[in-house]
């Protein structure tokens, strides 16, 4: 008996030990084509190859975020850093099913690393993978490094590359290299118990790879020994808790770790003070002068002359989306931006077209759209290259569609499975969901379109979403909720990101200023823009939500407001805080260039 689970997300499989099925196939949601790909599977047309994005814990209760998840009010991320397999393998291995990264094959391989090169910046692996089954197949090689536990803690191991083999015949093998930046070893401290408060450090000790098709089965391949903390970068603390809880710390116990706790470290900015010191200088407003966008793009005129012609008017529309169905993109589609209005399209600023995704362009007007496989299915691919086809051809219907924007990809990490948008995320790993992102965007940009990137960030619980406080450490956002955004920006030259519908330590995120600016544009060197999910809540700290405070969000570098029933008018704040003076005009030629920049 094979049993078929067509299902968006991990589920609870304690019924595998009672009933003891031949074979269990994940075969996720597929798409358009799910069903012919599962058949060509179980007829043994295509050997199986496929890996698990998550852990499957013997139980629900079993997850370390269990114990917070679901509370409509504040979410305490108290598992910190050890989330999914960081967690089971560290500290609960007894408590796994399935194992990150398993997964079977009609076929066998045999996987050995052959060499291990070290230099100043990086560790090179260079392993074989040969089929010494009797069909054809495809095998994943992962590679996890263990730090030393040093001041930080840290988890028993830690993905760090991934190579999908080509299809091998039996006894055929093929060499992979895969190279780990030493950067990407580096851990966050934002308590400074390393010495080192707001850096990346790698801390004094020995540093081990293994190499295998899965994180409890990969066996270690190099090692190498740091004998002084080395600084890695160094940054501002930013996007901080506000809210006192503690959060798990290892502490060594016989061969392994039991669990203790820490005090998170609090938020020491005043944001205000850091909007004010990163605050623009004012263009002078100059009216039209006949400057077209289309002369910024071909070098006849800066782009400081360009938005220094637009009226106060003009630049409290352009922070305007337009939709569901503005009549100036294309029909049945989420929205309109930039040329929102007359006025700024007769300054030649076209209307951007934005499409719900990620699985898929959402056109709502009875025009036929490729449905694509789930964010869970693709991850479980492991296979960049094939992701980035997928999407080149997504592009191509994007493009003949006149869409700019796919929603998507969906980016947040599976926290808890019992999230329910897991299914359009990818993974519980932030490593490979932020490399199957920029295998995405890379193939939506070879057809001149791109991918939204979303939700920024911290999205992990649908009940309560609006209004929920994700309240998680500094160190926990930069290691595990926003390097899968990072890679997208640095590797997949993401220009677009959506912002959630919830708060991040007390924050809503339209408004923090710390994760559109100081960390997306200031650290990364983002320089696209930036948009609000549809009709979310603003607030500046210590405010209540509201959906109308257009001027905080965009004071905090949040370019666009989603969406507006007409990008002429609205019941916005805009004017009236330029009039008072609680939003500089200079905040707002931001925005404009940023959104004209894109």
Same mark, same amino acid.
């Given at each position: 008996?094979?049993?078929?689970?067509?299902?968006?997300?991990?589920i609870?499989?304690?019924?595998?030990?009672?009933?003891?099925?031949?074979?269990?196939?994940?075969?996720?949601?597929?798409?358009?084509?799910?069903? #012919?790909?599962?058949?060509?599977?179980?007829?043994?047309?295509?050997?199986?190859?496929?890996?698990?994005?998550?852990?499957?814990?013997?139980?629900?209760?079993?997850?370390?975020?269990?114990?917070?998840?679901?509370?409509?009010?504040?979410?305490?991320?108290?598992?910190?850093?050890?989330?999914?397999?960081?967690?089971?393998?560290?500290?609960?291995?007894?408590?796994?099913?399935?194992?990150?990264?398993?997964?079977?094959?009609?076929?066998?391989?045999?996987?050995?690393?052959?060499?291990?090169?070290?230099?100043?910046?990086?560790?090179?692996?260079?392993?074989?993978?040969?089929?010494?089954?009797k069909?054809?197949?495809?095998?994943?090689?992962?590679?996890?490094?263990?730090?030393?536990q040093?001041?930080?803690?840290?988890?028993?191991?830690?993905?760090?590359?991934?190579?999908?083999?080509r299809?091998?015949?039996?006894?055929?093998?093929?060499?992979?290299?895969? #190279?780990?930046?030493?950067?990407?070893?580096?851990?966050?401290?934002?308590?400074?118990?390393?010495?080192?408060?707001?850096?990346?450090?790698?801390?004094?000790?020995?540093?081990?790879?293994?190499?295998?098709?899965?994180?409890?089965?990969?066996?270690?391949?190099a090692?190498?020994?740091?004998?002084?903390?080395?600084?890695?970068?160094?940054?501002?603390?930013?996007?901080?808790?506000?809210?006192?809880?503690?959060?798990?710390?290892?502490?060594?116990?016989?061969?392994?770790?039991?669990?203790?706790?820490?005090?998170?470290?609090?938020?020491?900015?005043?944001?205000?003070?850091r909007?004010?010191?990163?605050?623009?200088?004012?263009?002078?407003?100059?009216?039209?002068?006949?400057?077209?966008?289309?002369?910024?793009?071909?070098?006849?005129?800066?782009?400081?002359?360009?938005?220094?012609?637009?009226?106060?008017?003009?630049?409290?529309?352009?922070?305007?989306?337009?939709?569901?169905?503005?009549?100036?993109?294309?029909?049945?589609?989420?929205?309109?931006?930039?040329?929102?209005?007359?006025?700024?399209?007769?300054?030649?600023?076209?209307?951007?077209?934005?499409?719900?995704?990620?699985?898929?362009?959402?056109?709502?007007?009875?025009?036929?759209?490729?449905?694509l496989?789930?964010?869970?299915?693709?991850?479980?691919?492991?296979?960049?290259e094939?992701?980035?086809?997928?999407?080149?051809?997504?592009g191509?219907?994007?493009?003949?569609?006149?869409?700019?924007?796919?929603?998507?990809?969906?980016?947040?990490?599976?926290?808890?499975?019992?999230?329910?948008?897991?299914?359009?995320?990818f993974?519980?790993?932030?490593?490979?969901?932020?490399?199957?992102?920029?295998?995405?965007?890379?193939?939506?940009?070879?057809?001149?379109?791109?991918?939204?990137?979303?939700?920024?960030?911290?999205?992990n619980?649908?009940?309560?979403?609006?209004?929920?406080?994700?309240?998680?450490?500094?160190?926990?956002?930069?290691?595990?909720?926003?390097?899968?955004?990072?890679?997208?920006v640095?590797?997949?030259?993401?220009?677009?990101?959506?912002?959630?519908?919830?708060?991040?330590?007390?924050?809503?995120?339209?408004?923090?200023?710390?994760?559109?600016?100081?960390?997306?544009?200031?650290?990364?060197?983002?320089?696209?823009?930036?948009?609000?999910?549809?009709?979310?809540?603003?607030?500046?700290?210590?405010?209540?939500?509201?959906?109308?405070?257009?001027?905080?969000?965009?004071?905090?570098?949040?370019?666009?407001?989603?969406?507006?029933?007409?990008?002429g008018?609205?019941?916005?704040?805009?004017?009236?805080?330029?009039?008072?003076?609680?939003?500089?005009?200079?905040?707002?030629?931001?925005?404009?260039?940023?959104?004209?920049?894109?």
């Open positions: 008996m094979a049993v078929l689970l067509n299902v968006g997300n991990i609870d499989m304690k019924w595998m030990e009672e009933i003891r099925p031949d074979a269990v196939m994940y075969i996720w949601q597929g798409g358009m084509t799910g069903g #012919t790909g599962t058949a060509a599977v179980l007829t043994g047309k295509v050997s199986p190859s496929g890996k698990l994005p998550d852990t499957i814990a013997r139980d629900v209760a079993d997850y370390p975020s269990a114990a917070d998840f679901g509370d409509p009010d504040r979410d305490l991320y108290r598992e910190d850093i050890y989330v999914g397999y960081r967690y089971f393998e560290t500290f609960a291995k007894e408590k796994v099913l399935y194992p990150f990264g398993y997964g079977l094959s009609y076929t066998q391989f045999e996987v050995k690393t052959t060499a291990a090169e070290q230099t100043a910046e990086a560790l090179t692996l260079r392993v074989t993978v040969k089929n010494i089954g069909y054809s197949g495809k095998e994943v090689v992962q590679a996890y490094f263990s730090a030393p040093g001041a930080l803690g840290k988890p028993a191991r830690q993905l760090c590359a991934f190579e999908k083999t299809t091998l015949a039996p006894n055929e093998q093929q060499e992979i290299c895969m #190279t780990i930046p030493r950067a990407q070893l580096a851990s966050y401290d934002d308590s400074g118990a390393s010495g080192n408060i707001n850096c990346y450090v790698l801390e004094t000790g020995e540093y081990r790879f293994f190499v295998g098709t899965d994180v409890r089965s990969a066996v270690q391949a090692s190498f020994t740091i004998d002084k903390t080395e600084v890695i970068s160094r940054h501002e603390q930013a996007a901080a808790p506000v809210t006192p809880f503690e959060r798990i710390k290892p502490i060594p116990h016989g061969e392994g770790f039991a669990i203790g706790r820490e005090e998170v470290p609090l938020s020491r900015v005043d944001e205000q003070a909007r004010e010191e990163n605050m623009p200088a004012e263009l002078t407003y100059t009216g039209d002068r006949g400057i077209k966008l289309s002369d910024v793009a071909t070098g006849r005129n800066s782009m400081a002359e360009f938005i220094a012609q637009l009226s106060d008017y003009d630049l409290s529309c352009i922070i305007r989306g337009e939709g569901m169905g503005s009549p100036r993109v294309t029909a049945g589609t989420a929205s309109a931006f930039g040329g929102v209005t007359d006025a700024l399209t007769g300054y030649g600023i076209p209307a951007g077209c934005c499409s719900d995704g990620p699985s898929g362009m959402r056109l709502d007007c009875g025009t036929k759209a490729f449905s496989p789930n964010g869970t299915l693709i991850a479980s691919s492991f296979n960049k094939l992701a980035q086809r997928l999407f080149a051809l997504t191509l219907e994007m493009a003949a569609n006149k869409v700019d924007c796919l929603l998507g990809p969906g980016m947040n990490i599976h926290r808890h499975p019992l999230n329910g948008r897991n299914f359009e995320y993974s519980e790993d932030p490593l490979l969901t932020g490399k199957m992102a920029a295998a995405e965007l890379k193939g939506m940009a070879q057809a001149g379109v791109t991918g939204t990137i979303k939700h920024f960030c911290a999205n619980q649908e009940t309560s979403r609006h209004f929920l406080d994700s309240a998680v450490s500094e160190r926990a956002l930069r290691e595990i909720y926003l390097k899968g955004f990072e890679i997208a640095k590797e997949g030259g993401a220009t677009s990101v959506m912002t959630t519908y919830g708060r991040v330590n007390g924050l809503w995120t339209a408004g923090s200023f710390d994760l559109n600016h100081t960390i997306l544009r200031g650290e990364w060197g983002f320089e696209g823009f930036t948009m609000t999910d549809w009709w979310a809540n603003i607030n500046r700290r210590g405010g209540e939500a509201d959906k109308n405070d257009f001027a905080a969000m965009a004071a905090a570098r949040g370019d666009v407001y989603m969406v507006c029933a007409d990008g008018s609205g019941s916005d704040n805009t004017l009236a805080a330029l009039e008072n003076g609680s939003l500089k005009r200079a905040e707002l030629q931001r925005n404009a260039a940023d959104i004209c920049g894109f």
